[in-house]
């Protein structure tokens, strides 16, 4: 394959530019912070994921700063009923009393990780913890594939009986689903290859590593092996566009490329690789980061090399100027585990 271009060094100018007194903003006019679209729970229960990840790695206290303020934003987040409210303006007035559940599932990722993060301090995990129980009772309300994977991904950390019976009920779901779209050639969930694709096959990798059901391998080991057959066709890693996505019978759109894509797909291949060990998976997840560094269909990096922010995605004309909150903390979140593997 070749040496990849992974960088050497991390820049978080744009993570503390991009983070206020609140979380996490939403969007960015090019390169400045756009308040005009408030913030998500979406985007700040990822970036709390990012955040422990930078502490665990550098111990330093500003990264931990920021591992409270998300940690705050999801607290106020959780509704009365225990669900997720997403959008709240910079008013800090929320949007809605009810987020989707894509939402809930990553929140449901983020508190998993954190919860179980051996360098959360206690009080945080005690009140991590408060939020988790509160959401649980609804994990199993949620009909969305993706909630679902996001929620079993979570989970996958926890140790108890409960949340063990809760990844294999919504484990089974998944691969019902799988059953019923499979399809000759066509092996996927749905009957369109959208958003967030490598999130499906990676949480039943998880499901496999923490419950030992054949099923669920088989049935990650078959779908991500179609999901790469459609995004590595050229040698190099080009996610779907979402642009018109990618329909059965069809052919896949080929912008815009976005960049959390790339980071769900490293995650995934390193869960595959821990699983299996198998080599060629952690070759793909090598690759899958370095479509952020220019290895992609327009030979282009994606970081801005004076802030460390990242562009948001790839048209058909060039780059996407803007440095929005979810293409940020997918990059941070990728080159933190890619290099963890490879260095």
């Known amino acids: 394959m070749g040496k990849l271009p992974f960088r050497d060094d991390l820049k978080d100018d744009y993570i503390f530019r991009l983070t206020d007194d609140t979380g996490m903003l939403q969007h960015s006019k090019y390169s400045i912070p756009d ?162 694709n490598s999130v499906l096959p990676w949480s039943l990798m998880a499901a496999y590593r923490v419950l030992g059901e054949k099923r669920f391998l088989d049935t990650a080991v078959e779908s991500l092996e179609f999901v790469d057959s459609v995004t590595f066709r050229e040698g190099y890693f080009k996610p779907v566009g979402c642009n018109g996505w990618f329909l059965k019978g069809g052919c896949p759109s080929d912008y815009d490329e976005q960049t959390v894509e790339a980071c769900e797909a490293v995650l995934a291949h390193l869960e595959a690789y821990d699983v299996t060990t198998e080599k060629k998976y952690l070759q793909k997840a090598k690759k899958c980061h370095a479509w952020y560094e220019g290895v992609n269909s327009k030979g282009i990096s994606l970081i801005d090399e004076e802030s460390g922010g990242c562009h948001d995605g790839l048209t058909r004309d060039g780059l996407n100027l803007n440095m929005g909150a979810e293409s940020l903390v997918s990059y941070v979140i990728s080159y933190l585990k890619i290099t963890e593997v490879t260095t």
């Open 35 to 196: 308040p005009r679209h408030g913030y998500t729970t979406d985007d700040n229960a990822r970036a709390l994921i990012m955040a422990l990840m930078l502490y665990g790695r550098y111990k330093k206290k500003k990264y931990l700063d920021l591992v409270y303020r998300y940690s705050s934003f999801l607290l106020h987040a959780q509704n009365e009923e225990g669900k997720f409210r997403n959008f709240m303006g910079y008013d800090r007035e929320w949007l809605e009393e009810e987020g989707s559940e894509d939402c809930f599932g990553r929140c449901m990722w983020a508190l998993g990780f954190a919860v179980s993060n051996e360098h959360t301090p206690v009080g945080l995990r005690h009140g991590l913890l408060h939020i988790l129980k509160k959401a649980m009772p609804h994990v199993i309300e949620v009909n969305s594939p993706r909630a679902k994977a996001y929620s079993i991904i979570g989970l996958a950390h926890l140790d108890s009986q409960e949340v063990k019976n809760l990844v294999s009920e919504l484990s089974q779901s998944l691969c019902r689903e799988y059953e019923k779209h499979r399809d000759g050639e066509w092996k996927w969930f749905e009957d369109i290859v959208a958003y967030c």
